[in-house]
C-alpha cells in the first residue's frame, strides 16, 4: 500500500517536474519572441515525422540510457558519480586506441574496442570508488576532477599519439564500426546503431544485479546503510568500488558505442560535452529505476533531437531544451509535488484537531 | 630573464583573480553547509552577463556590477532548492551549472542574430596602477598595475577573514555550517544565514565571471569560462576553507592555468604538453583529499539540509 | 507563585499525538520532575516551551503573563534556557564562543573576546562550575561540556532551567556533582525543571514531580509523600515487578574467553586497555559501567566490527580474533546492536530483507549468486509470527515499524540463527515497559537452552536485574565482578567511578 504510494508520488513527482521545466522553456521563448507553441509542435513532430527521425530519436535515446544507468547505478549504492563525462571520455579513448591501433576481423574487433572502452570506464572510476571506500574522501569532488583529467588525457593523446598532431582521429576501419546497413536502412539512413542494444541489454542487467542476485543486495544494502551492512558481515569496500566499476563501464559503453555508432573519429574537445550531465538528469527523472531511466531516456533523447530540428524549423536556439533540463532536474531534486502535499497535509491535520 | 619572471607573475595574477573571487564565493556558501557545484554556472553567467552589459552601456564598471546581480539572481534558485526544499545539494549545483550555460548561450543567440559568442568589447576594464608602487622591479608590473577586479579580489579575501574570525557575522555563519541546531537553539537563524551566504557566493563568483568576459577576455562565448569555477571549487579544498589559504591555492592555480597558457611563448610545451599543465589543479587536489598533500576535511555539516524542530 | 504554566498543551505529528492536553505548573525555586517513559512526550513538551515547536493547542503563561513562544530567542526572552539531552555544541569552537554564539559582545564592530572571557570566568566561579573558557569544545570532558551548556543558559540570565535527560552520560561521581550544581542554582534563585525516567534521582533532589504517559497528563504529586514503587506504577500506568522471573543459573563450559584486549577508537585513543572476560555458557553475563568507558569498543571488537590492536579472543576454544564480521557470525556469534537504526537494521530494506541481513547468500535463500524470494519471503513470515513483530505484512519497510517492533525483528534474527554466543548491548533503549519484558524474557530463555549471553546495558538496574554476574568496566578494563543478588548499588557505584572496592565472585 506504502509502497504503491511511494511509486505514484514519484511518477507523479517526475510529470510535474517535466511539464514545469516545459513551462520555463516556454517562457523563454517568450522572452525571446518566440512562439513557444509553435516551437514545441516542431520539436514534437519533427522527433518522429519520418522513419529517418525516429532512428536519429533511437540514436540519441542509447547513449542517454547508459549514462543515465551509470549513474542510477551508482546512487543504488550511495555513490554520486559525477564522473560519467570522464568515464564516457575514455571510454571513447579506449575504443578509438582499439579501433585504429589493433587490426582485427570484422564483428570481433567491434565487439574488443567496445569491451575495452567498458573496462576504460570502470578503471577510471576504480580510482573514486577505492579513495572513497579506503580513505572516506567523497566521489563527487574527485570525480569532477577527474573529469577534467580526462578531458586533457584524451586531448594529449589524441594530438600526440592517434593523430599527428591533427585536431581529430582519422576514422575508425568499418571492421570495429556499430553500425548496421539493414538496420540504417530500414530507419531511412539514419545514423541508429547497435549501441541502443547495448544500452537495452545494460539496463537489463542492471534491474537482475540489483534485485535478483546476492551482489545486488549487498550494493543496496550498502547505499542505504553501510553501517548496518558491515554489521551483517558485508564487504562496504568491495561493493563501494564494485558499484563505482559497473558504473564506469556503463559510462564506458556510453563513450563506446557512440564513438564507434555515430561519430566514427575522436576529435579535441574544449570543454565537457554535457553527456554526464544528461545522466544524472535521466536517472534522477527516472527515480534510479531501470524502467524509470529507460523511460526518461526517451523523453530527453525526444526532446534532444526534437530540439535540434526546432532551432533548424522554427529558430530557436537549441540551447532552450538544455534550460529545459536543467529546470527539470531542479524541480524533481526539490521534490515540488511531495512540498506541496505536505503542506496541504499539514493544514488538513490542523483543521482536523 | 628578468621578463619572463615578471611575465610569469603577471600571468599568474591574471587567471588567479578569477578563480580567488570565486573561491571565496564558495566558501562563504560552504562554510555555511552549503555545497555549491554551482560555481561554474554562476561565473558562467556572470561573464554573459558582463560582456553584454558592457556592450550595451559602453561602461565596464555597470558591467561588473550586473554580473554581481545576475550571479546572485541565479544562486537564488540553488538557495531555494536547497535550503527551502531541502534538495541534494550536489543535485542543484549540477543543474545551476545547465542552466546558467544554457540561459546564457541561448540568449547570446537570441540577442545576436544566432552567433555562438557575443560581438568583442571595446570598452573592457583596464589596468590600473598605482603610482609609484607600480614600478617594483618583478612585482610591481604585476601586483601593482593589474585589473581593478584584482585589488578587488585581494580586497575581499581580507574582508573575509576579519568578517569570518572577528564578527559576530562570520561566528555565527560558522557556527551554522558546523552544527545548525546548536546555532538555532542559541537563536541564530540558520535558513537567513545560509541564505545570505548562497547569494554571497552568487555575487563573488558573477564578478570572478565578469573578470574573465571584460577583462581578461573581451568577449563571451560556450567556452569562455570551461572549467574554471571547478579550479575555484578545487582551490576552496585545497585552501582547506580558509580565506588565505584559498588566495594560496587560487594563485598556485592561477600560475599553472598561465603556464599552460603562455607556455608555449618560452617554448615549456614544446616538453610538457600544456595539457598536462591543464590537468595539475586537479591532480594535485585529488591528492590533498586523500590526504597525501595534508588533510582536506571541510565543515561538519556541509551538504546536509536543516530541518527546523527536526523530528 | 507558578512561575511556569502550561494549559492544555495539544501536539500532534502527522501520525501520532505527542501532546494531548497536558497540564505542567511549576513553583518558583523548585525543582521540578517531568516524569515519563521514553515516547511519553517529555520532550515534545519541553521543545514547545523552549519555542522550538509551536503548540496546536493551549495556552502558556510564564511569571504570570500569557505568551507565545515563538522561537528559542523568545523563550531566551522569557529567561527560560535548556539543556539539550544532545549537547548542543559547536565542536572545533571554544567554550567561550559557544557561550556566546548569538549573542556576541561587541566593541567597535568585533567581537569582544577578551570581555566575554572575563564573563564567562565570572559565572563559573560563582557557581563552582570550574569551566575554562579557552578550551575547545573538543577537548574537554563530557562532564565538562555540561557545564558549559549550562553556562550558556546563566550567561543568557535564564531564571527558568530545563535539564533534558542530563544524567545519562554522566558517572555516578558526576551525577552527584550535577546534583550539587542545582542545588546552588536553586539557591541562588534559579526554577529547575528536570526531565528523567530516573526515579532515584527524582527522589534525590526534586520537590514536585509531574508524571505524562503516553502523552497524556496523569498527575503531579509531592515527591516528599511519594516512592519509587508508586512513581514507577503511575509512570507505567500499571503495577510493575522489578524483579525478572528466572532460576539460577546453571553455567557449563566457557564459550567466550578475551585475554588481555586493547582496543582504540576511531581517533586511535585507547578505549580497551588490557580487558579480560569469560561468558560459559547457559549464564548471563552483565557489563555495567558508565558510557564511554569502553564498552562499545570491546563488543564491537568481539563482533569483528573493530580492530584488535593486542590480546586474544576466543570462542569455544578457536580464536576468533580480528576475523571479518561474517567468519564471527557464521562460527557461532549473535549481536543485537546498540544502535539499531545505525547498525541492526537497513531501514529502507523491507522487514522480509532485513531478516536475512547476514544470511541472504547461504542455502536456502539464495542458490549461487541468485536470490530465491519464496524461500526468504516464507523464513520471515515465520520469525514475524514466532517473534510477534506486529507488521502489516514482511514487505513492509523496516522504517514504518515502531521502535519495539523494529527491535523484536533483529531479536528474532539473532536468536533463529541459535548462536552460541548472543550479545546483547543496549537492548531495551527507547522502548516501553511491554516490550521491554517481552525482551527480557526472551534472553533468559536464550540462557536457559544454555546459550551464553553477553549483556551491556546502561540501566545499571537491567544489568542487575538479568545477569548472573555483573563484571563492570572502568576506562577499558573490568574494574571488578560483582554478584548482583548479593551486592549492593553503591558497591557497583563505587566500581563504576573507578573505585577498587568489590567482592570477588568471579567464579
Not at chain 1, 226 to 252: C, N, Q, T
Not at chain 2, 206 to 234: H, K, M, R, Y
Not at chain 3, 126 to 141: C, E, K, M, N, W
Not at chain 3, 245 to 256: D, F, G, M, Y
Request: glycine content about 12%; charged content about 15%.
Amino acid at each position: 500500500m506504502q509502497l504503491i504510494q511511494r511509486k505514484q508520488s514519484t511518477f507523479l513527482t517526475s510529470l510535474v517536474s517535466v511539464l514545469l521545466g516545459m513551462l520555463v522553456g516556454a517562457v523563454m521563448m517568450l522572452v525571446a519572441g518566440y512562439d513557444p507553441i509553435q516551437a514545441y509542435a516542431a520539436l514534437l513532430s519533427s522527433a518522429f515525422l519520418m522513419p529517418y527521425d525516429i532512428g536519429e530519436t533511437i540514436r540519441t535515446i542509447s547513449p542517454l540510457i547508459l549514462t543515465g544507468l551509470a549513474v542510477g547505478l551508482a546512487y543504488r549504492t550511495g555513490l554520486f558519480n559525477i564522473g560519467v563525462e570522464g568515464q564516457f571520455i575514455i571510454g571513447q579513448l579506449a575504443a578509438t586506441i582499439i579501433a585504429l591501433k589493433l587490426d582485427l576481423p570484422p564483428v570481433i574487433h567491434a565487439v574488443v574496442a567496445v569491451i575495452a572502452g567498458a573496462i576504460g570506464g570502470a578503471l577510471w572510476a576504480f580510482l573514486p570508488g577505492l579513495l572513497k571506500a579506503t580513505r572516506g574522501v567523497h566521489e563527487v569532488i574527485v570525480t569532477i576532477m577527474m573529469n577534467f583529467i580526462a578531458l586533457y588525457l584524451s586531448n594529449v593523446l589524441v594530438r600526440n599519439w592517434l593523430s599527428a598532431g591533427a585536431d581529430s582521429t582519422e576514422k575508425i576501419p568499418s571492421s570495429a564500426s556499430l553500425r548496421w546497413d539493414s538496420l540504417s536502412s530500414l530507419f531511412g539512413g539514419a545514423r541508429i546503431h547497435m549501441g541502443i542494444f547495448i544500452a537495452l541489454a545494460s539496463a537489463l542487467f542492471m534491474y537482475y544485479l540489483l534485485w535478483r542476485t546476492t551482489s545486488g543486495f549487498e550494493l543496496r544494502a550498502v547505499g542505504f546503510n553501510p553501517d548496518a551492512s558491515e554489521y551483517a558481515g558485508m564487504s562496504v569496500k568491495r561493493s563501494l568500488i564494485l558499484s563505482m566499476m559497473i558504473s564506469g563501464s556503463f559510462a564506458g559503453l556510453a563513450g563506446a558505442s557512440e564513438l564507434l555508432g555515430t561519430s566514427g573519429y575522436l576529435a579535441i574537445q574544449g570543454a565537457h560535452t554535457g553527456i554526464g550531465f544528461d545522466g544524472i538528469a535521466v536517472a534522477l527523472l527516472g527515480a534510479n529505476t531501470p524502467g524509470g531511466i529507460l523511460l526518461a531516456a526517451s523523453l530527453f533523447g525526444i526532446l534532444t533531437y526534437g530540439g535540434s530540428n526546432m532551432q533548424f524549423v522554427e529558430g530557436v536556439p537549441f540551447e532552450v531544451v538544455r534550460v529545459v533540463f536543467a529546470a527539470i532536474i531542479l524541480f524533481v531534486a526539490a521534490n515540488i509535488v511531495r512540498w506541496g502535499t505536505q503542506k496541504f497535509r499539514k493544514k488538513a491535520v490542523k483543521e482536523h484537531a | 630573464m628578468l621578463d619572463v619572471l615578471t611575465n610569469i607573475l603577471q600571468t599568474t595574477v591574471l587567471y588567479a583573480t578569477p578563480l580567488i573571487l570565486a573561491a571565496i564565493g564558495g566558501l562563504f556558501s560552504e562554510r555555511s553547509g552549503v555545497v555549491n557545484i554551482g560555481l561554474e554556472g554562476l561565473m558562467t553567467i556572470g561573464a554573459f552577463t558582463g560582456a553584454v552589459v558592457t556592450l550595451a552601456t559602453h561602461n565596464p564598471w555597470i558591467g561588473l556590477l550586473a554580473a554581481i546581480v545576475a550571479g546572485i539572481l541565479f544562486a537564488l534558485p540553488h538557495a531555494v532548492a536547497s535550503i527551502t526544499f531541502k534538495a541534494d545539494q550536489v543535485v542543484s549545483g549540477v543543474a545551476i551549472n545547465f542552466l546558467a550555460l544554457g540561459v546564457s548561450v541561448y540568449l547570446v543567440k537570441s540577442l545576436y542574430d544566432g552567433a555562438a559568442q557575443t560581438p568583442t568589447v571595446k570598452e573592457t576594464l583596464t589596468r590600473l596602477p598605482i603610482p609609484g608602487l607600480d614600478q617594483i622591479p618583478v612585482i610591481g608590473p604585476a601586483l601593482f598595475n593589474a585589473f581593478p577586479t584584482t585589488y578587488l579580489a585581494i580586497l575581499v579575501v581580507i574582508i573575509t577573514y576579519f568578517l569570518l574570525y572577528r564578527t559576530p557575522f562570520g561566528m555565527r555563519l560558522r557556527a551554522v555550517g558546523e552544527h545548525p541546531r546548536a546555532a538555532e537553539t542559541m537563536g541564530v537563524n540558520v535558513f537567513r544565514m545560509r541564505y545570505i551566504a548562497v547569494l554571497i557566493s552568487g555575487a563573488l563568483a558573477g564578478a570572478g565571471g565578469a573578470g574573465l568576459s571584460i577583462a581578461i577576455g573581451s568577449e563571451f562565448n560556450q567556452t569562455t569560462v570551461a572549467g574554471q569555477g571547478f579550479i575555484s571549487l578545487a582551490a576552496l579544498i585545497f585552501g582547506k576553507w580558509n580565506p588565505f589559504g584559498v588566495l594560496g591555492a587560487a594563485t598556485f592555480f592561477g600560475f599553472a592555468v598561465g603556464l599552460a597558457l603562455i607556455g608555449q611563448i618560452f617554448g615549456l610545451t614544446t616538453y610538457i604538453p600544456s595539457e598536462v599543465l591543464n590537468m595539475l589543479p586537479y591532480i594535485l587536489t585529488i591528492l590533498a583529499l586523500a590526504g597525501f598533500v595534508g588533510r582536506a576535511e571541510g565543515p561538519a555539516a556541509v551538504g546536509k539540509p536543516y530541518e527546523t524542530g527536526g523530528r | 507563585m507558578n512561575i511556569v504554566e502550561m494549559k492544555g498543551i495539544t501536539k500532534s505529528f502527522p501520525g501520532i499525538v505527542a501532546n494531548d492536553r497536558i497540564h505542567l505548573e511549576v513553583k518558583e525555586g523548585e525543582i521540578h520532575a517531568l516524569l515519563g517513559e521514553n515516547g511519553a512526550g517529555k520532550s515534545t513538551l519541553m521543545n514547545i516551551l523552549f519555542g522550538l515547536y509551536q503548540p496546536d493547542e493551549g495556552e502558556i503563561w510564564i511569571k504570570g503573563k500569557q505568551v507565545q513562544i515563538t522561537g528559542p530567542n523568545m523563550a531566551g526572552e522569557l529567561g527560560i534556557g535548556m539543556v539539550h539531552q544532545h549537547f548542543m555544541l559547536v565542536e572545533p569552537f571554544t567554550v567561550t564562543e559557544n557561550i556566546i554564539l548569538g549573542n556576541e559582545p561587541v566593541k567597535g564592530g568585533w567581537i569582544d573576546r577578551d570581555g566575554a572571557e572575563r564573563e564567562v570566568r565570572e559565572i563559573s566561579d560563582r557557581y563552582g562550575l570550574r569551566v575554562d573558557p579557552r578550551a575547545r569544545i573538543q577537548d574537554i570532558s563530557v562532564g565538562m561540556q555540561q557545564r558549559v551548556e549550562i553556562l550558556k543558559m546563566l550567561y543568557r540570565g535564564a531564571d527558568i532551567l530545563i535539564f533534558d535527560e542530563p544524567t545519562a552520560v554522566l558517572s555516578p561521581q558526576e551525577i552527584q556533582e550535577l546534583m550539587g550544581i542545582m542545588n546552588n542554582l536553586v539557591e541562588e534563585g534559579k526554577t529547575i525543571i528536570f526531565i528523567t525516567h530516573k526515579l532515584k534521582e527524582i527522589m534525590q533532589v526534586c520537590d514536585t514531580v509531574t508524571v505524562i504517559r503516553r502523552g497524556k497528563f496523569i498527575d503531579r504529586v509531592k515527591v516528599e509523600e511519594m516512592d519509587e514503587n508508586r512513581l514507577a506504577s503511575m509512570m507505567v500506568g500499571r503495577e510493575v515487578s522489578f524483579a525478572v522471573e528466572k532460576e539460577a543459573a546453571k553455567p557449563k563450559e566457557t564459550v567466550l574467553s578475551i585475554e588481555g584486549l586493547h582496543v582504540t577508537d576511531s581517533r586511535g585513543v585507547g578505549v580497551v586497555n588490557g580487558l579480560d572476560l569469560e561468558v560459559r555458557a547457559g549464564e548471563i553475563v552483565g557489563i555495567a559501567g558508565v558510557d564511554g568507558n569502553g564498552q562499545t569498543e570491546l563488543l564491537e571488537a568481539i563482533a569483528g566490527l573493530r580492530k584488535v590492536q593486542k590480546g586474544k579472543i576466543q570462542l569455544n576454544n578457536s580464536e576468533i580474533t580480528n576475523q571479518r564480521p561474517r567468519e564471527i557470525t557464521e562460527r557461532g556469534v549473535g549481536h543485537i546492536p546498540e544502535d539499531r537504526h545505525r547498525r541492526g537494521l537497513v531501514l529502507d530494506f523491507t522487514i522480509g530483507e532485513n531478516m536475512v541481513l547476514q544470511t541472504y547468500y547461504q542455502s536456502p535463500f539464495a542458490r549461487g549468486i541468485h536470490l530465491q524470494y519464496d524461500q526468504i519471503h516464507q523464513y520471515a513470515e515465520r520469525l514475524v509470527k514466532e517473534f510477534d513483530v506486529r507488521t502489516p505484512d514482511i514487505h513492509t519497510p523496516a522504517r514504518a515499524l515502531s521502535g519495539g517492533n523494529q527491535q523484536k525483528g533483529i531479536i528474532a534474527r539473532e536468536m533463529d540463527r541459535n548462536p552460541d554466543l548472543l550479545i546483547a548491548a543496549q537492548p531495551t533503549r527507547g522502548l516501553d515497559v511491554g516490550a521491554i519484558e517481552f525482551i527480557h524474557k526472551r534472553l533468559v530463555e536464550q540462557r536457559d537452552k544454555g546459550k551464553a549471553v553477553l549483556l551491556m546495558s546502561l540501566e545499571l538496574d537491567e544489568v542487575m536485574k538479568l545477569s548472573d554476574r555483573v563484571a563492570v568496566i572502568y576506562e577499558g578494563k573490568i574494574a571488578g565482578w560483582v554478584n548482583p543478588q548479593t551486592t549492593t548499588q553503591e558497591e557497583v557505584g563505587l566500581l563504576m567511578a573507578g573505585g577498587s572496592t568489590g567482592t570477588e565472585v568471579k567464579h
